[in-house]
Structure formats: structure tokens, C-alpha cells
């Protein structure tokens, strides 16, 4: 998208999560895209003109980016799920669909980005420079939730999801089920690790495809051949050495998957 302009938008469907701004198509039509960057789990393309589209993918959203005149492009038989189109500069097509339409599309201006009630409150990247040990030790010092629960809370970091969390706690040896105030600083030191560890491979990988994540390619990730404990229920635990089983449990509605026997 970056260098690109926006040469028309179409609007199959008029709501997802929530309505689509009634102004998007005036707004972004003949802009140029600036930079497209991300917070949290939101992804956010900067336009010349002034204005940002804000995107969230809920549960099933994804950009699918073709040139047009590909089988995918609207044909005789569009796709059903497929709401918003945007025909960039270069034949270049960028579709997205949503089956369950919990996503989100809307456009800011691109001053109001820091401030806008959506982000504002989000907390570092876990890959960025001001997520760190001391960080981290103080602010899970301050709740008295689970570490799990704790590390989903996109206020203390953005971005972390179920999977990453539950498979950075077992590289970390640490039960999900501890008091977020209870957890050592030289733990903490090691989750930090832990965390970027289990994002970075995971990048590589280019994800997890467990249902209906795809890249903007079509194509699928693969971290979820590499989960030590996530969806393991009932397994070995893949830790040298140990002998446990991996258990799941419910926490605020999630599953957790963790070994019994070296989490603690």
C-alpha cells in the first residue's frame, strides 16, 4: 500500500462490528498511503491527505491483497464475506473479508491517532524498547490477578494474545495460575525473554492458521506445528526432562494450557 494511491473504494456491506464511517469513501478515495504501521492489534494506514484508516481484524477478519483480474476479484459469483474493497494504484486490489464481521474499519485523523480512546491506554509493544524487565515486574506487582489473565490485558502490554501467551509462560516455567504479585524479578526477567522469543519465532513462522488466519497472500502460517502447549491437552509435557502432562484450564473465559508439573 505504502506509495500508493487509493483510486476508489467499494462498500459491499455498511456494517461490521460497528457502522462503516459514512464519510469513508469521500475521505480516503485519491489519497496516497504514507506508511502503514500497527498498535496493539490494531493496523494503521497513514494517508497524505491527512487521515488514517484504522483497522482491527476481530475474529475472522483478513486483507487479502491481489492484482486485479485475479480469481478472487468480483466476478460473476463475489465472494459473500468479502465487504470492503480498496483499488489501489498499480492494478494492485486489497479486499477485505470478515466471515463473523467482527471487525473494525474506521478513519481518524492521523493527529488524533495518539489520543483516540482506542489507543491511548494500550500499553508498550512487547518487542519494543520500553517493554522490559523493570516494566513488566512493576506493573504485574500492581494487580492481583493471574500472570495469564495479567499479560492479556492489552493497558499493561498490546498485542498479546491467547496462544503467545500461554506458550511464552511455559518457555518461562511459570503456572498461569500465580498471583501477578508473586512472581520473582528474576522470573520476570525470564517471561520478558520468553515472550519475545515466542513472537519472534512465531513471525518467522508467519503465524498461527488455526481457522481462518491467513496472510495477505492467501497463504498459511505454521507456528501451531511448533506449540509446546497450546491445544496440548492431555500430551507429554515437550520439556526435557519432565514427565507432565499438559492441562487445560479456564481463565476469564480463555483457555489456558500449561504443564503441571515444571509451571509453577
Not at 209 to 229: K, M, N, P, W
Amino acid at each position: 500500500m505504502t506509495g500508493r494511491r487509493i483510486e476508489a473504494i467499494e462498500l459491499h456491506r455498511l456494517r461490521l462490528r460497528t457502522e462503516l464511517p459514512s464519510d469513508l469513501v469521500g475521505t480516503l478515495t485519491g489519497c496516497v498511503v504514507k506508511r502503514t504501521g500497527r498498535r496493539g492489534k490494531y493496523i494503521l494506514v497513514d494517508t497524505r491527505c491527512g487521515h488514517t484508516l484504522l483497522c482491527h481484524l476481530g475474529m475472522t477478519g483478513q486483507f487479502l491483497v491481489t492484482t486485479a483480474g485475479e480469481p478472487n476479484d468480483a466476478g460473476p459469483e463475489p465472494d459473500p464475506h468479502e465487504h470492503v474493497v480498496l483499488r489501489m494504484s498499480g492494478n494492485v486490489r486489497i479486499g477485505f473479508r470478515d466471515p463473523r464481521r467482527f471487525g473494525l474499519l474506521d478513519v481518524i485523523a492521523t493527529a488524533d491517532v495518539p489520543t483516540d480512546k482506542r489507543l491511548r491506554d494500550l500499553g508498550p509493544e512487547p518487542l519494543g524498547d520500553d517493554f522490559n524487565a523493570s516494566y513488566l515486574y512493576a506493573g504485574l506487582r500492581a494487580r492481583r490477578a493471574p500472570v495469564k489473565t495479567a499479560l492479556m490485558d492489552q493497558r499493561l502490554v498490546a498485542g498479546l494474545g491467547n496462544i503467545y501467551v500461554c506458550e511464552a509462560l511455559w518457555r518461562a516455567g511459570i503456572s498461569p495460575r500465580r498471583s501477578s504479585r508473586r512472581i520473582a524479578r528474576r522470573r520476570v526477567d525470564r517471561l520478558v525473554d520468553a515472550i519475545r522469543e515466542t513472537l519472534d519465532e512465531a513471525l518467522a513462522a508467519g503465524g498461527s492458521s488455526l481457522r481462518d488466519y491467513h496472510a495477505v497472500d492467501g497463504t498459511f502460517g505454521t507456528f501451531q506445528h511448533r506449540f509446546r502447549v497450546y491445544g496440548q491437552q492431555g500430551s507429554r509435557c515437550p520439556r526435557p526432562g519432565c514427565e507432565g502432562i499438559v492441562r487445560r484450564i479456564v481463565q476469564a473465559g480463555r483457555s489456558s494450557f500449561y504443564c503441571l508439573s515444571c509451571q509453577k
